[in-house]
Protein backbone atom coordinates (compact mmCIF):
# COMPACT_ATOMS: atom_id res chain seq x y z
CA UNK A 1 0.00 0.00 0.00
CA UNK A 2 1.57 3.36 -0.78
CA UNK A 3 1.91 6.40 1.29
CA UNK A 4 2.18 9.62 -0.02
CA UNK A 5 3.56 12.67 1.94
CA UNK A 6 3.30 16.40 0.93
CA UNK A 7 5.37 18.93 1.73
CA UNK A 8 7.43 17.04 4.08
CA UNK A 9 10.26 18.77 6.39
CA UNK A 10 12.16 16.71 9.06
CA UNK A 11 9.75 17.13 12.23
CA UNK A 12 6.26 16.41 9.74
CA UNK A 13 4.36 16.51 6.73
CA UNK A 14 1.56 18.88 6.11
CA UNK A 15 -0.70 16.10 4.53
CA UNK A 16 -0.56 12.34 4.70
CA UNK A 17 -2.30 10.30 2.43
CA UNK A 18 -3.00 6.64 2.61
CA UNK A 19 -6.04 4.40 1.25
CA UNK A 20 -7.58 7.54 -0.22
CA UNK A 21 -7.61 9.42 3.18
CA UNK A 22 -5.62 12.09 3.94
CA UNK A 23 -4.45 13.55 7.15
CA UNK A 24 -3.87 16.91 7.83
CA UNK A 25 -1.28 18.24 10.20
CA UNK A 26 -2.31 20.71 12.31
CA UNK A 27 -3.28 23.67 10.70
CA UNK A 28 -2.64 27.55 12.28
CA UNK A 29 -3.82 30.84 11.10
CA UNK A 30 -2.22 32.89 8.58
CA UNK A 31 -1.64 36.03 11.08
CA UNK A 32 -1.71 36.11 14.79
CA UNK A 33 -2.35 38.96 15.91
CA UNK A 34 -5.75 38.96 14.79
CA UNK A 35 -8.54 37.68 16.84
CA UNK A 36 -10.27 34.07 17.12
CA UNK A 37 -12.84 34.84 13.69
CA UNK A 38 -9.89 36.11 11.82
CA UNK A 39 -7.86 33.07 12.82
CA UNK A 40 -10.50 30.70 11.68
CA UNK A 41 -11.32 32.02 8.68
CA UNK A 42 -7.58 32.00 7.79
CA UNK A 43 -7.17 28.39 9.20
CA UNK A 44 -9.95 27.10 7.24
CA UNK A 45 -9.01 28.99 4.08
CA UNK A 46 -5.51 27.14 4.40
CA UNK A 47 -7.51 23.80 4.88
CA UNK A 48 -9.27 24.45 1.83
CA UNK A 49 -6.14 25.09 -0.13
CA UNK A 50 -4.17 22.14 1.40
CA UNK A 51 -7.30 19.99 0.60
CA UNK A 52 -7.94 21.08 -2.59
CA UNK A 53 -4.29 20.05 -3.40
CA UNK A 54 -4.18 17.00 -2.48
CA UNK A 55 -7.59 16.40 -4.25
CA UNK A 56 -9.70 16.75 -1.79
CA UNK A 57 -12.18 19.53 -0.24
CA UNK A 58 -13.95 20.57 2.54
CA UNK A 59 -17.23 18.57 1.94
CA UNK A 60 -15.11 15.13 2.34
CA UNK A 61 -14.13 16.05 5.50
CA UNK A 62 -14.32 12.85 7.91
CA UNK A 63 -13.05 14.45 11.22
CA UNK A 64 -11.88 17.47 12.59
CA UNK A 65 -10.33 17.81 15.70
CA UNK A 66 -10.35 21.59 17.20
CA UNK A 67 -7.51 22.97 19.52
CA UNK A 68 -8.75 26.21 21.12
CA UNK A 69 -7.05 28.49 23.35
CA UNK A 70 -9.60 29.43 25.43
CA UNK A 71 -13.34 28.30 25.55
CA UNK A 72 -14.24 31.72 26.21
CA UNK A 73 -13.34 32.11 22.06
CA UNK A 74 -15.92 28.87 21.72
CA UNK A 75 -18.67 30.66 20.41
CA UNK A 76 -17.40 33.02 17.98
CA UNK A 77 -15.51 30.13 16.63
CA UNK A 78 -18.16 27.95 15.84
CA UNK A 79 -20.11 31.07 14.19
CA UNK A 80 -17.12 30.89 11.42
CA UNK A 81 -17.26 27.15 11.32
CA UNK A 82 -20.63 26.76 11.06
CA UNK A 83 -20.51 29.20 7.93
CA UNK A 84 -17.88 27.59 6.55
CA UNK A 85 -19.32 24.12 6.43
CA UNK A 86 -21.74 23.23 3.77
CA UNK A 87 -25.01 21.96 4.60
CA UNK A 88 -25.55 18.29 5.25
CA UNK A 89 -21.21 17.90 5.58
CA UNK A 90 -20.47 18.23 8.93
CA UNK A 91 -17.60 16.03 9.95
CA UNK A 92 -16.84 13.95 13.15
CA UNK A 93 -15.92 16.97 15.69
CA UNK A 94 -14.04 17.18 18.84
CA UNK A 95 -13.23 20.54 20.43
CA UNK A 96 -10.93 20.73 23.34
CA UNK A 97 -9.18 24.03 25.36
CA UNK A 98 -5.21 23.53 24.80
CA UNK A 99 -1.78 25.20 25.37
CA UNK A 100 -0.77 26.54 21.87
CA UNK A 101 3.08 26.40 20.72
CA UNK A 102 2.96 30.35 20.74
CA UNK A 103 0.95 32.72 23.21
CA UNK A 104 -0.78 34.59 20.17
CA UNK A 105 -2.89 31.43 18.10
CA UNK A 106 -5.82 30.85 19.29
CA UNK A 107 -6.80 28.03 17.02
CA UNK A 108 -5.11 24.96 15.45
CA UNK A 109 -7.29 22.41 13.85
CA UNK A 110 -5.80 18.80 12.61
CA UNK A 111 -8.15 17.16 9.41
CA UNK A 112 -8.74 13.86 8.49
CA UNK A 113 -10.61 13.71 4.95
CA UNK A 114 -11.29 11.48 2.21
CA UNK A 115 -10.03 11.93 -1.18
Not at 63 to 88: H, V
Not at 89 to 109: D, G, T, W
Request: proline content about 1%.
Amino acid sequence: MEIKRYETKKRMSKAVIHNNTAYLCGQVAKDYDKGIKEQTITTLETIEELLSNIGSNKDKILSATIYIKDMSLFQDMNEIWDNWLNEGFAPARACVQAKMASEKILIEISIIAAI
